[in-house]
């Protein structure tokens, strides 16, 4: 694998109109009447602090060989694999120095009719360049088992370790010496490592006319996660004042799996459930928490019915349980459900219509935490991963 990573990071400060399809850039006063941006800008590169006025090009690569093995013997089956990553990181990069400068612009005061020169600041990538130049290789493995204790019942078990390399969000956070290598605190966050256990059950059969096919799985996974934060109301709590920060957490988790399929006559029906319980240890802390983000319960189910060869109808249902927006005291998001139906219509032989309802019941379903924005007493105001309104849509399918 060869990845090119050539940016120029511009995240300036800009206000403009919330409708339209064209939105009008707004004009800033102060206190005086005396305007304080420019055609809605009122900051250059500077929206995130002098951390982000950067600019880099970097090459990383990775090469793994690997090996595995499978050995069946009877009713047993056992398979093993082993991974070499070899991750290899050069280039460099600028950053800010953290000193403001100014551009003069002469705009016109909105309110007043006359001519004000704006001050708008700015930051450069102005800094000492940081050069990448470091090599780093990490083993994976996987060893599983499986026992078929009956014609139609499977017992397995698994353990695994996997790693994911970082790469551009090491930089200008000290993870790099004058020379390029990684620093102590560069070679722990250059990877990701996760390990996981699994042990589990899969069996198949039929209980009168009726088929059907089932698995549970317990599992157990321990990992951390490297990133760089750009979000104020995730780093000032930690205490970064600048309002960036690096993250280095750790999670562990232990849950359940199944997965399930049932068919009798025109009937077929769909299950798939997972249930787990997160705990998570912000960066520099060893104290677990309930995680945040990640809800206790996932699930989906899914039922068809064929009428007759002209006509099948069907339904599904697909949710989440609350979630947690902060650790270790985050508000919570509340669980939601969407619904959806769909019919199929055969009138003639090769042609089909068809009918999707997406969102049923046009739920307001938020299905995933997106950060805290301001909080007043008991309540909380953020962003969510929001399902899309009721949509629905026909299709006509001829096939030859």
């Known amino acids: 694998m060869n990845q090119r990573i050539a940016m120029d990071w511009h995240p300036s400060q800009f206000n403009s109109q919330a409708s339209g399809s064209d939105p009008s850039p707004i004009a800033l006063l102060n206190a005086a009447g005396n305007l304080i941006s420019a055609g809605g800008y009122y900051g250059y590169n500077n929206n995130w602090g002098s951390c982000c006025a950067r600019t880099y090009d970097y090459t990383f690569t990775d090469n793994a060989p690997y090996v595995d093995l499978i050995l069946d013997y009877d009713k047993f089956e056992l398979d093993a694999s082993l991974r070499d990553d070899i991750n ?37 990538p102005d800094g000492a360049p ?13 060893v599983g088992a499986s026992y078929r204790a009956m014609q139609n019942l499977n017992l397995f078990l698994r353990a695994s370790k996997g790693t994911r390399f970082n790469s551009d969000r090491l930089s200008f956070g000290g993870n790099f010496d004058a020379n390029g290598r990684l620093t102590t605190a560069g070679q722990a966050a250059v990877s990701d490592i996760v390990y996981q256990y699994e042990a589990g059950i899969k069996n198949r059969g039929n209980i009168g006319e009726a088929h059907y096919t089932a698995e549970l799985t317990l599992f157990y996974s321990h990992f951390n996660v490297f990133t760089y934060e750009l979000n104020p109301l995730v780093c000032v709590p930690l205490g970064f004042a600048g309002g ?15 997965a399930g399929t049932l068919r009798y006559g025109g009937l077929s029906m ?5 249930y787990n319980k997160s705990k998570k240890a912000p960066g520099g802390s060893s104290t677990f928490y309930p995680s945040d983000r990640i809800s206790d319960l996932t699930y989906s189910l899914a039922a068809n019915y064929k009428v007759n060869d002209m006509a099948s109808v069907g339904f599904d249902v697909a949710g989440v349980s609350g979630q947690a927006d902060g650790v270790p005291t985050g508000n919570k998001w509340p669980g ?42 008991s309540t909380f105001y953020g962003g969510a991963s929001v399902a899309n309104g009721r949509t629905v849509t026909g299709s006509i399918k001829f096939s030859f």
């Open 336 to 377: 939601s459900a969407v619904v959806g139906a769909n019919l199929k219509l055969t009138p003639v032989k090769n042609l089909q219509f068809g009918l999707n309802v997406y969102n049923l019941f046009n739920a307001y379903a938020a299905q995933g935490a997106g950060g805290i924005t301001a909080v007043t007493g």
């Open 88 to 124: 290899h990181g050069q280039g460099s990069g600028t950053n800010s120095t953290g000193h403001t400068y100014t551009l003069n612009q002469t705009v016109t005061n909105p309110v007043t009719g006359a001519q004000n020169t704006v001050a708008v600041p700015f930051f450069l």
């Open 244 to 258: 960036t920060c690096p993250i280095a957490d750790k999670y562990k988790t232990t849950g359940v799996e199944f």
């Open 270 to 274: 769909l299950a798939n459930l997972t």
């Open 130 to 142: 940081e050069v990448l130049n470091y090599d780093k290789s990490l083993v994976s493995w996987s």
